[in-house]
Structure formats: structure tokens, C-alpha cells
């Protein structure tokens, strides 16, 4: 069975600052991971995946994750923060074939100004 | 054009009532899902078709009834509504099981 770990339900960060949302995972066989961003009363929207190669991820606005095997971390980094970058962010594995997402209990990332 | 799209976005209804909604995707997806997020914002996946052919189910109450008209359509039938049932209620869709999901805006389910 999968599980992901989010560490941290809310991260508050300043504008300009260094986003590093956390996310550890447990998977039998090697996971397919992705982190998406659910903006308030919205749906959810891709921010980047890892299936298999490169293990650093670049995905949209500017974020990127480090697939780490023997961490079994995907942790969700931005070097400066954005007002607009407020949301709620979830980490997901899944095992491929026919298998859904697992999802973490999402971080909350609070940005001031 | 909305890729995956769901009717209503809001659904406030009594106890014991039956409701529908309705998932659309119009990105030529295999696979479809549905979810449900709780009030603290958890995810879990409740059903997923492959082509028609449902090939998930978690453990849901029989009240609630995927149906899969088409691969293009997943519609979410639940009757006698409980208090509990109160979620937001998500579609999602992608081009084979275990790829990417691209999700709907979400349907609002207040049962009172």
C-alpha cells in the first residue's frame, strides 16, 4: 500500500522567500509522484510530476521537486515567493498500472507581505 | 474549452434526498475518477472507470452509484443524502489509469 507524509499542515513564508514544502512517501514499487496546488474554491491543477529520469522536476510558476530514493522524498521547492503562490499544495503517489493517486493531507502556504 | 468540467458547482439539499452530478471531460481520457474532500481537505478516491469499466471502488457506501454512460461521461448517483455526505465532491480524468489526472472545478455538496 502507498502513503504520503506532507510535513506541516500550514508554512508561512515572506514574499521573496524560500518555499520548501515537505513530502515523504511509502510505496512498494517505484512511484510515479506529482504535487498539485488547489487555489480557494477551485479544482486542482498540476504543478509537475516524476515518472522516471531526471530526478530534479521543473513544473509550472516556477516550482520544482528533488525525487529522492533513499530519502523516499519529493520535497516542493520555489526560490522566492509570491503573494499568488498562497494555496493549498498536496503531494500524490502513485504506483503506475492501474492504480489512482494517493494524496497527503496538504500543506496550507501562507505568504505576507 | 473546459477539459473536465461538472454540474452542478453547488448542490445544497435535505437529509434523505437522492442527487446526481454530472463529470464531463472532453480530452479523449480512458479513465475516470471520483473523489471526495472532507472539510479538513482530504482526498480520497472513491471510484474509477477505465473505459466504462469500473476498476476501482473504495470502500463507499452502496448509496453512492458511479455510472459511465460513455468514456467521455462518469455521473455520481447518491440517494438517501446523510449529513456526513456533505464534501466537496471532485471528477478527474486521464489518458490511462495511473497517468496524470486533471481534475474539475468541484461540486459543493451541503446537505442539511
Known amino acids: 500500500a502507498q502513503s504520503v507524509t506532507q510535513l506541516g499542515s500550514h508554512v508561512s513564508v515572506s514574499e521573496g522567500a524560500l518555499v520548501l514544502l515537505r513530502c515523504n512517501y511509502s510505496?512498494?514499487?517505484?512511484?510515479?509522484l506529482f504535487w498539485y496546488v488547489q487555489y480557494p474554491n477551485q479544482g486542482l491543477q498540476l504543478l509537475l510530476k516524476?515518472?522516471?529520469?531526471?530526478?530534479l522536476v521543473k513544473g509550472i510558476n516556477g516550482f520544482e521537486a528533488e525525487f529522492k530514493k533513499s530519502e523516499t522524498s519529493f520535497h516542493l521547492t520555489k526560490p522566492s515567493a509570491h503573494m499568488s503562490d498562497a494555496a493549498e499544495y498536496f503531494c500524490a503517489v502513485s504506483d503506475s498500472g492501474y492504480s489512482t493517486l494517493t494524496f497527503g493531507k496538504g500543506t496550507m502556504l501562507l505568504v505576507s507581505p | 474549452d473546459t477539459a473536465v468540467s461538472q454540474t452542478p458547482k453547488y448542490l445544497v439539499t435535505q437529509m434523505g434526498n437522492d442527487k446526481s452530478i454530472k463529470c464531463e471531460q472532453n480530452l479523449g481520457h480512458d479513465t475516470m475518477y471520483w473523489y471526495k474532500q472532507d472539510s479538513k481537505k482530504f482526498l480520497k478516491i472513491m471510484f474509477s472507470y477505465n473505459n466504462k469499466e469500473l476498476i476501482i471502488n473504495e470502500t463507499v457506501p452502496n448509496r453512492f452509484s458511479p455510472k459511465s454512460p460513455d468514456k467521455a461521461h462518469l455521473n455520481l448517483h447518491i440517494n438517501s443524502l446523510e449529513l456526513g455526505d456533505s464534501a466537496v465532491y471532485f471528477c478527474a480524468s486521464s489518458l490511462f489509469a495511473g497517468e496524470t489526472q486533471y481534475f474539475g472545478p468541484g461540486t459543493r455538496l451541503l446537505v442539511l
Open positions: 510505496s512498494s514499487v517505484p512511484p510515479y
Open positions: 516524476y515518472t522516471t529520469g531526471a530526478t
